[in-house]
């Protein structure tokens, strides 16, 4: 019987024993915030020494790496003064070295023919298409301060050339007929005109006016400018007739702004070829054609005259329609008779 009785007193201790221990737990008191906090403060603390130690290797090997940079810069820059062999070494040397952005920094800081040869064959290099970029907007400003350099040393030819090649660069990177190039291409107008290479001055500003007319309009202040130094380099150029009808095209569309109706065109539509080739026909305005319903412009074609504010005299109206077919690039003019034009 006893025998039988030590098993369940057992049992009956086990049972005891765990709910003291229950109750044990049960009289502990809670963790409040500040025991969490204390309990975790060695960890969040040992977090936070070792991102200050990473920040400040990674400020100190920053700035390593910007003093290497500054030596490596100042040993090219006696180079950059150099020849123009050493300039163009010099140049490809940052750009393997430091980065593309580095050497197209320092090739505009010293434009020259050697620091533009760099560039140029940085941007035709196999590299990333943003560091390509980097360098051809780089290529096109050195041209142009080279271009500029040799303005101020009275040497057109080579400024013209600086412009020529800048615009090549420019057109690997954006549309022929982006108004991004209108400045170089006006710089080239000018140099042209005062070189008196006036057949490559009146197919620049063609280009000119080709681009105007697609950005802003044909009765944009900039697009009449440009019929105005068109027509003053046809002058120039001995072509009084046809600079007569340009300027007064110009007067028209003047005094048409703001009105829905097109004045006579004394310019065709340029159509152009796959090498670049356009024709550009200029014709004299038929003053029958005005529409007056707009008061800009009044016309009495009974009487075959303007009125005060026409901008074309009787005489040119009466003049035959078509002066000439004209076929250009950016480089060359060739004049062609127009047996039969259309407005």
Excluded: C
């Excluded at 303005?151 to 057109?156: C, T």
């Excluded at 001055?201 to 697009?223: C, D, H, M, N, W």
């Excluded at 440009?226 to 007064?248: C, I, P, Q, R, Y």
């Amino acid at each position: 019987m006893s025998e039988d009785r030590v098993p369940l007193i057992e049992l009956k201790q086990e049972q005891i024993a765990l709910r003291l221990k229950k109750l044990e737990q049960d009289l502990k008191p809670k963790k409040d915030l500040w025991d969490i906090i204390g309990a975790t403060t060695p960890l969040i603390t040992g977090i936070l020494i070792s991102g200050i130690g990473l920040y400040f290797a990674y400020s100190n090997n920053l700035a390593q790496l910007k003093l290497q940079e500054t030596q490596t810069i100042e040993k090219f820059i006696p180079h950059l003064i150099g020849n123009e062999n050493e300039k163009k070494a010099a140049i490809l040397a940052l750009s393997s070295l430091i980065s593309t952005e580095t050497a197209a920094k320092y090739a505009e800081l010293f434009p020259s023919e050697g620091t533009a040869s760099a560039l140029k064959s940085i941007a035709n290099s196999n590299i990333q298409e943003r560091d390509k970029a980097v360098a051809n907007e780089a290529l096109v400003n050195t041209f142009h301060k080279l271009a500029d350099n040799y303005q101020a040393a009275q040497q057109p030819t080579q400024a013209a050339q600086a412009y020529e090649q800048a615009l090549a660069a420019q057109e690997k990177s954006v549309d022929p007929n982006f108004p991004e190039l209108l400045n170089t291409l006006n710089q080239l107008v000018n140099i042209y005109t005062n070189d008196k290479k006036y057949n490559l001055a009146e197919a620049t500003l063609k280009r000119v006016l080709r681009i105007q007319k697609q950005s802003s309009g044909s009765r944009s202040p900039q697009f009449i400018d440009t019929l105005n130094k068109l027509a003053a380099v046809f002058k120039l150029d001995g072509k009084t007739d046809t600079a007569e009808s340009l300027s007064d095209y110009a007067n028209l569309l003047a005094q048409q702004k703001g009105s829905s109706v097109d004045p006579p065109s004394v310019i065709k539509s340029v159509n152009t070829s796959s090498d670049g080739t356009a024709d550009f026909a200029i014709d004299k305005p038929d003053t029958s054609k005005l529409n007056a319903s707009d008061g800009s412009v009044a016309i009495n074609s009974n009487q075959n005259k303007l009125l005060e504010d026409g901008g074309v005299s009787q005489q040119d109206a009466n003049k035959s329609k078509s002066e000439s077919l004209i076929e250009t690039n950016h480089k060359t003019v060739t004049v062609v008779p127009d047996s039969d034009s259309n407005m």
